[in-house]
């Protein structure tokens, strides 16, 4: 069965923050130091749903949501950032990442963004990967200001769409 893009409301509330605690259970400094972030981030897109249907969406495989993308839209149409993306730890690897994130672009471009930007972290080798293997160029790195002894440096990437 093929991964299908949804609206992030069809799922409870709760379902950012756990794919979040999931994505990043690798390390669970991650968790110590942004479960806050990310209970905030869920609240936020579950009481403004409207702002969810045009920033983000669900990955769903098999009836089951796998990931999700969002991005920040206040700086639109000069440049667009993605904010969180993540794939739970049992469906990475699969390619389903890359595709989340080439919808994901594909529709900011759709509505109208110039420029898109991300940033990820040097621990987060597969991010590196999804984002090059998507269109995006590597703009910078620069010291992480949270979290560096754990996910060292931060990296910029960018698509400036022409």
């Not at 093929?2 to 979040?20: A, K, N, Y």
């Not at 209970?39 to 579950?46: A, G, L, T, V």
């Not at 796998?66 to 730890?89: L, Y």
């Amino acid at each position: 069965m093929d991964i299908e893009f949804r609206e992030i409301s069809e799922f409870p509330r709760g379902t950012l923050v756990t794919l979040l605690r999931d994505g990043y259970s690798f390390e669970p400094r991650f968790e110590r130091d942004w479960y806050k972030q990310w209970q905030e981030f869920d609240d936020f897109f579950y009481d403004n749903p409207h702002i969810a249907k045009l920033s983000g969406f669900m990955t769903v495989l098999e009836g089951k949501p796998i990931g999700f993308v969002s991005w920040d839209p206040r700086n639109f149409p000069e440049s667009i950032e993605v904010g969180h993306n993540c794939i739970m730890t049992a469906y990475k690897g699969k390619g389903y990442g890359k595709r989340q994130m080439q919808e994901a672009v594909r529709r900011m471009i759709e509505q109208g963004a110039k420029k898109i930007a991300v940033c990820t972290n040097e621990i987060l080798v597969p991010a590196q990967h999804t984002y090059e293997s998507a269109g995006f160029q590597l703009v910078n790195k620069c010291k992480e200001p949270f979290c560096s002894e754990y996910a060292g440096q931060r990296i910029h990437y960018e698509i400036v769409v022409r």
